[in-house]
């Protein structure tokens, strides 16, 4: 495998930390690889020419059959609480090529996924199947479409290979974007093994990259852990406020920039039900919808926990740190809380103090199974009753009204999305990219890239499934 002539300026931070945070590994080479898609913008946006990407030698790099100049491939070591159970991990089919400093100053990875394996990969083929790869392209730039932090898809090529998963399916790999792939998992690989020196290093290498703002004050160890915890409620909270179901919420998957990670089996709410689940994998509902913030919270206890002795440290004693670990968690509930009652207000409109409101008009949602998204949208247009039906509703409505002006109503279009990735139509569009045809995976993304317009000749994408289309239940890539 040779250089590519691929320009991306590499300045790899992570891979100067040492041997024991990875594992030095080159990409598989594949088959027949072909482009899928590039997306322009956010290659402007780091710096890197969207047409070179998109060239012979482009593609060659992003599917992994050339290295880039400055790239230096690796699979990252972590472990994981996956439900609830804990296991040494690391990257299995994904492969750190490094890491560009894009035009707003800012650090960001750039990884492959589906790669081919790596000493991590223990039984696993390294490889990804196109349709979890088209999933994650089209549901990680919606939500960042709509405002939620979250890792960015760079890329898509197939392979020109087939991957053996339930059934024989074409292959591809994905080049995803992140402000880190630094997970609660990483924090925890070190702390199993008890690695204090493993676990400062990589705690001052997050403040670096992620809280700088705390570098200098006088407990930086528990200031990352407050930093931490408050990014990932304020995270829970957007995902709660879209009807958005991560679906597999280990603490391998909970990142320590506060991004959303990783997008197998999730999925968006249509019929409002708090107890929503779709993962085909968890079959007990541990990361249902209105599980969430109790997962997050769970898996912040987690990195609380990796991170006890260097608070120990910090305060002088075991108990100290313990004390420390347990105030910072306490925070979480409250910061949550804050943060979707902010949201839920905007929504709706409403200031400060009518929290009621919105969650009347929630449990009006649930009885009546209206879809989460429209039942918000159709309030600023007007006609939710529609929706609704109901005397309950007609009575929250005119009680609603009372408290607004109608600049408030006309403002609900701003933040309440009327597009999103509906279930159906991600699938709908996996079904044709593995009979080859990519046009409405490309209007897919163009279209939920708008997320609170609507053009006419893409109605359909404001419309619930009809019964037939109903899509129940999401799998995982692996």
């Given at each position: 495998m040779g250089d590519a002539g691929v320009r991306f300026g590499f300045d790899n931070s992570y891979a100067r930390l040492g041997g024991k945070f990875y594992q030095r590994v080159l990409p598989t080479v594949v088959a027949g690889p072909g482009l899928i898609e590039v997306n322009a913008a956010l290659a402007r946006a780091l710096r890197l020419d969207p047409a070179e990407l998109a060239s012979a030698e482009g593609v060659a790099v992003l599917a992994g059959n050339a290295v880039a100049e400055g790239s230096e491939p690796l699979a990252m070591a972590y472990a994981g609480h996956q439900f609830g159970h804990f296991v040494l991990?690391?990257?299995?089919?994904?492969?750190?090529?490094?890491?560009?400093?894009?035009?707003?100053?800012?650090?960001?990875?750039?990884?492959l996924k589906g790669a081919g394996p790596t000493p991590f990969s223990r039984r696993g083929d390294g490889r990804a199947a196109l349709g979890p790869v088209l999933r994650e392209y089209i549901v990680s730039e919606a939500m960042a479409a709509l405002g939620v932090p979250t890792t960015r898809a760079l890329a898509a090529v197939t392979t020109g290979e087939r991957v053996v998963r339930d059934?024989?399916?074409?292959?591809?790999?994905?080049?995803?974007?992140?402000?880190?792939?630094?997970?609660?998992?990483?924090?925890?690989?070190?702390?199993?093994?008890?690695?204090?020196?493993?676990?400062?290093?990589?705690?001052?290498?997050?403040?670096?990259?992620?809280?700088?703002?705390?570098?200098?004050?006088?407990?930086?160890?528990?200031?990352?852990?407050?930093?931490?915890?408050?990014?990932?409620?304020?995270?829970?909270?957007?995902?709660?406020?879209?009807?958005?179901v991560h679906g597999v919420m280990n603490t391998d998957n909970t990142s320590i920039s506060g991004e959303t990670l990783d997008y197998g089996p999730c999925a968006f709410l249509e019929a409002y039900d708090p107890e929503a689940v779709f993962s085909s994998i968890d079959q007990l509902g541990r990361y249902g919808y209105g599980n969430q913030p109790g997962a997050a919270h769970w898996n912040l206890a987690r990195l609380a926990e990796a991170l006890l002795g260097l608070l120990a440290e910090e305060e002088g004693s075991e108990e100290g740190a313990i004390a420390a670990?347990?105030?910072?968690?306490?925070?979480?509930?409250?910061?949550?809380?804050?943060?979707?009652?902010?949201?839920?207000?905007?929504?709706?409109?409403?200031?400060?103090?009518?929290?009621?409101?919105?969650?009347?008009?929630?449990?009006?949602?649930?009885?009546?199974?209206?879809?989460?998204?429209?039942?918000?949208?159709?309030?600023?247009?007007?006609?939710?009753?529609?929706?609704?039906?109901?005397a309950a509703f007609d009575d929250w409505e005119r009680r609603w009204r009372g408290k607004l002006g109608g600049a408030s109503v006309a403002g609900l279009r701003a933040v309440n999305p009327v597009v999103i990735p509906r279930n159906h139509l991600v699938a709908a569009v996996i079904a044709a990219g593995e009979a080859g045809d990519f046009g409405p995976f490309r209007e897919m993304v163009g279209v939920t890239a708008r997320p609170f317009e609507l053009d006419g000749e893409f109605a359909r994408y404001g419309v619930p499934a009809r019964v037939e289309e109903r899509v129940t239940a999401t799998f995982c890539g692996t």
């Open positions: 991990l690391g990257d299995g089919r994904a492969n750190l090529l490094g890491e560009v400093v894009g035009v707003d100053g800012k650090r960001y990875d750039v990884q059934r024989m399916l074409p292959g591809a790999v994905l080049t995803r974007v992140a402000a880190s792939h630094l997970r609660v998992g990483t924090f925890q690989y070190f702390a199993a093994k008890q690695d204090l020196e493993g676990v400062r290093a990589l705690a001052d290498y997050a403040i670096a990259r992620h809280y700088a703002e705390v570098a200098g004050v006088g407990k930086p160890y528990r200031a990352l852990l407050d930093g931490v915890i408050g990014r990932h409620a304020r995270l829970v909270a957007q995902w709660m406020l879209l009807g958005f670990a347990n105030e910072a968690l306490g925070a979480f509930g409250p910061e949550y809380e804050a943060a979707r009652g902010a949201g839920l207000r905007r929504k709706l409109g409403l200031e400060a103090g009518d929290d009621g409101l919105g969650e009347e008009l929630l449990g009006l949602m649930a009885a009546g199974g209206v879809d989460f998204t429209l039942g918000f949208r159709r309030l600023g247009d007007g006609v939710a009753g529609e929706l609704f039906g109901s």
